[in-house]
């Protein structure tokens, strides 16, 4: 009998096996597969499986998702999510090259598939960008988007179903983990893992980690439900019920909502899916088991109080709850509280909102460029409006639109577009037992994805590394799933051509983005180590209250040293430091100050408030030229916003027209516009003009926007009551001043109070 050639590709190019020819299709043949004639592509020629023999990609993507959530750094020498990067992008390519070198001899085809395009189109207009937008920003992205193509077409090509539990076992467990620290810093003040607002895991902020766990719980679900060990099945109830409780601590309410749609749509898929369940099949004691175990779980560590300190006294400032589920319905709550909520976080987003959508309006086909949106905002805010302390939208989809822009909007609408149509597929899926195991598989998938475009319209998980990874994963999965599907359409499955020459080169490509990615890595540590110890000495000198001792002559070299071979490095570390060049002015070195701020002006040009810092630098140097050219350059960016407001009172005042510094002064104060300097200034200016009314409410405003002023507030609103001619309510406030002020500090204070009440108060 005549033989030919296997249809399905062979496995690391080895020569295929022959085999009768097939006379007529299965008989089993679901209707998707009758639709598109059997188990082939768009073009009618016969689709390549999943590379197996011999492929260690899916245990390496699973070992990523374990370790980048789950590893966090023990110091501040660097970010957390720097060390996350470094995870996925190592795990990346080294998948990759183990992937190419696999395949080094094979002359048959892959897969390709349409979802590998839209993550590859925005590499592409990033790397564009760096011509004309924020070079070192959009090679950020670039770099980000193509670790994001890489897994995507990785798992197009190896996410078989038989081997998706492990990668389900990998991104439980790292969540698991991750849990794990989240718990012992809310349960014990755990403080391993430096950290914002906690309990944060290793990821520096409770809500990167909550956005991150949310995503998860689809799969954590999914190994529940198909596990048959009894073992298993209290194992994996357990972690998922630790999982729940760890996100309520940390009282998230963007992850509780996705939480919510999780609640709903889950149900849904197990009831649609039922058949291929193993809890279908399991015993009442194994039933009751489950259910009691995550019952148990989540209700038992759910009421156990936080020991944080700080959870605490956010407990008691904002009555956020004690325990994980009084969080968790604190914060839901406050959802429904219009007012409170947005006054608070909801407003700051707002602000940045408004100033995206302009961006969207007005640049509508370029966009801003890849990543420059932070550099960007500040042209774009409200007249009068600052918010220079964020770095992102906490949108993902404004952002996208605003830096991408038309190549932003193709994505997304391509996004959304396939996503629909595979829901659509997804739920039809019934006809053989294969596609209802398929179907579960993507029902699952496309929940989790549900849960990621939630959480990202309230933050950037796109741009965190273990939920952006998770991300591309959750694309990888549907386009495998297509492709054993041999659906056909725009969103299908295709053959990719290849040959050995492919694999080498690629193979050698892998490698030397590993030495780049090495590299990289080196440059960023160094960077962020010399950075962070420069920071962390300018604030133990500026803590020791007594920074111009000449004790700390050593550290302040040290310091500076430091901050200049970080900067030498790397320049745009915007987040740190400035914070450097702060202290320094506290100090009187404004030099060193200004040079510093002015490096993070040349990869940030348009923050207002770096320019009044460096304007105030050259005012103190005694360079007025300097200072009112940096003035003016801010007043074309925000002319009323509050640090260029209160410069310019401050330079009209040493410039001898103090009538019009007080007028602008009093107008912003009363108007409740105003910033530190604003009320410091104008205190100085109403008690010239004896305008002490003026004085008082300066100083009032100050110690309410700034407690750690209120001692000598106090002693400077006694002096206005001085002026106002009440000596007795001016004894209260010297009187309450010296309470406050530490004993060797005690003679400092004395000396701002008129010598002929000392006498009074030493009684």
């Known amino acids: 009998m005549a033989k030919k050639k296997r249809n399905t590709p062979p496995v690391g190019g080895a020569t295929p096996s022959?085999?009768?020819?097939?006379?007529?299709?299965?008989p089993a043949a679901s209707p998707v597969a009758r639709q598109t004639g059997g188990p082939t592509g768009a073009t009618g020629l016969p689709l390549p499986t999943e590379v197996l023999k011999g492929d260690w990609?899916?245990?390496?993507?699973?070992?990523?998702?374990?370790?980048?959530?789950?590893?966090?750094?023990?110091?501040?020498?660097?970010?957390?999510?720097?060390?996350?990067?470094?995870?996925?992008?190592?795990?990346?390519?080294?998948?990759?090259?183990?992937?190419?070198?696999?395949?080094?001899?094979?002359?048959t085809a892959l897969r390709w598939?349409?979802?590998?395009?839209?993550?590859?189109?925005?590499?592409?207009?990033?790397?564009?960008?760096?011509?004309?937008?924020?070079?070192?920003?959009?090679?950020?992205?670039?770099?980000?988007?193509?670790?994001?193509?890489?897994?995507?077409?990785?798992g197009l090509n190896t996410l078989d179903r038989e081997r998706m539990p492990l990668l389900a076992w990998g991104i439980h467990t790292g969540a698991f983990v991750a849990s794990l620290w989240t718990a012992l810093q809310f349960w014990t003040d755990m403080s391993f893992f430096p950290q914002g607002p906690n309990p944060a895991s290793t990821f520096v902020n409770r809500n990167f980690f909550a956005e991150f766990l949310v995503c998860t719980l689809p799969f954590s679900v999914w190994l529940l439900v198909r596990a048959r060990n009894s073992a298993t099945v209290a194992l994996l109830a357990f972690s998922l019920g630790f999982n729940l409780v760890a996100m309520f601590m940390t009282g998230t309410r963007s992850a509780l909502l996705a939480l919510l749609a999780l609640a709903v749509v889950t149900p849904v898929i197990l009831w649609r899916y039922r058949g291929q369940l193993a809890f279908k099949g399991w015993e009442s004691g194994t039933r009751i088991l489950a259910a009691g175990v995550l019952l148990i779980s989540v209700l038992g560590l759910g009421l156990i109080s936080t020991g944080n300190p700080k959870l605490i006294e956010?407990?008691?400032?904002?009555?956020?709850?004690?325990?994980?589920?009084?969080?968790?319905?604190?914060?839901?709550?406050?959802?429904?509280?219009?007012e409170e909520y947005t006054e608070r976080s909801f407003s700051v987003r707002w602000v940045m909102w408004k100033a995206t959508g302009r961006?969207?309006?007005?640049?509508?086909?370029?966009?801003?460029?890849?990543?420059?949106?932070?550099?960007?905002?500040?042209?774009?805010?409200?007249?009068?409006?600052?918010?220079?302390?964020?770095?992102?939208?906490?949108?993902e989809i404004l952002q996208l639109l605003a830096e991408y822009g038309l190549v932003g909007w193709i994505f997304l609408l391509a996004l959304v577009a396939y996503l629909l149509r595979a829901a659509w597929r997804t739920w039809g899926l019934q006809a053989t037992s294969d596609e209802r195991e398929e179907g579960l598989l993507r029902a699952v998938t496309l929940a989790g994805l549900l849960a990621f475009l939630i959480v990202s319209n309230a933050g950037f998980p796109w741009r965190m590394a273990s939920t952006g990874a998770l991300f591309a994963l959750f694309l990888a999965i549907l386009a495998a799933s297509d492709a054993r599907l041999a659906q056909r359409g725009w969103t299908a499955a295709a053959r990719l051509p290849w040959k050995p020459v492919f694999s080498q080169v690629a193979a050698v490509t892998a490698m030397g983005c590993l030495a780049l990615a090495s590299f990289i890595t080196q440059q960023a540590a160094a960077s962020e180590s010399l950075i962070v110890r420069a920071t962390k000495i300018?604030?133990?000198?500026?803590?020791?209250?007594?920074?111009?001792?000449?004790?700390?002559?050593?550290?302040?070299?040290?310091?500076?040293?430091?901050?200049?071979?970080?900067?030498?490095?790397?320049?745009h570390y915007r987040k740190i430091t400035p914070m450097v060049a702060d202290e320094l002015a506290k100090w009187g070195d404004w030099?060193?100050?200004?040079?510093?701020?002015?490096?993070?002006?040349?990869?940030?040009?348009?923050?207002?408030?770096?320019?009044?810092?460096?304007?105030?630098?050259?005012?103190?140097?005694?360079?007025?030229?300097?200072?009112m050219a940096m003035l003016e350059r801010a007043k074309k960016i925000q002319?009323?916003?509050?640090?260029?407001?209160?410069?310019?009172?401050?330079?009209?005042?040493?410039?001898?027209?103090?009538?019009?510094a007080l007028a602008i002064a009093r107008e912003d104060i009363n108007a409740g516009k105003y910033d530190y300097d604003m009320v410091n200034t104008g205190f100085v200016l109403a008690m010239r003009a004896q305008d002490w009314d003026l004085a008082i409410k300066s100083i009032e405003l100050r110690t309410k926007g700034w407690p750690a002023t209120k001692a000598d507030g106090d002693a400077k609103i006694g002096n206005a009551w001085i002026g106002k001619g009440n000596v007795a309510k001016a004894m209260e406030y010297f009187r309450a001043a010296l309470a406050a002020t530490p004993p060797e500090q005690r003679q400092a204070m004395l000396n701002g109070i008129p010598p002929g009440l000392w006498p009074q108060l030493q009684k």
């Open 314 to 338: 956010e407990n008691r400032l904002e009555g956020r709850g004690l325990n994980a589920l009084e969080r968790s319905f604190a914060r839901a709550k406050s959802m429904t509280q219009t």
């Open 538 to 571: 300018a604030l133990l000198v500026s803590q020791s209250g007594d920074y111009n001792n000449p004790k700390w002559i050593p550290q302040r070299e040290e310091m500076l040293r430091l901050i200049e071979e970080g900067i030498a490095i790397n320049q």
């Open 57 to 107: 990609t899916v245990a390496l993507l699973a070992l990523m998702m374990f370790l980048a959530p789950a590893l966090g750094v023990p110091n501040e020498l660097m970010l957390q999510d720097t060390l996350k990067s470094i995870v996925v992008s190592f795990a990346v390519l080294a998948a990759a090259l183990f992937f190419f070198w696999n395949q080094r001899n094979r002359d």
């Open 591 to 627: 030099k060193n100050a200004v040079w510093i701020w002015e490096s993070v002006l040349g990869s940030r040009p348009y923050v207002a408030a770096i320019m009044t810092n460096v304007a105030r630098g050259y005012a103190q140097m005694g360079e007025p030229d300097k200072s």
């Open 18 to 26: 022959p085999r009768p020819a097939p006379v007529a299709p299965p």
């Open 113 to 154: 598939h349409a979802l590998v395009w839209l993550p590859l189109m925005l590499t592409l207009y990033a790397l564009g960008s760096m011509v004309w937008s924020h070079t070192y920003l959009a090679g950020v992205e670039a770099i980000r988007w193509f670790i994001f193509t890489l897994i995507v077409w990785l």
């Open 359 to 395: 961006i969207i309006h007005q640049r509508p086909l370029t966009g801003v460029g890849a990543g420059a949106w932070e550099v960007d905002i500040p042209l774009y805010q409200d007249e009068g409006s600052q918010l220079e302390t964020d770095y992102y939208v906490h949108n």
């Open 639 to 660: 002319a009323n916003a509050p640090s260029v407001r209160s410069l310019e009172v401050i330079l009209l005042s040493r410039n001898g027209n103090e009538p019009k």
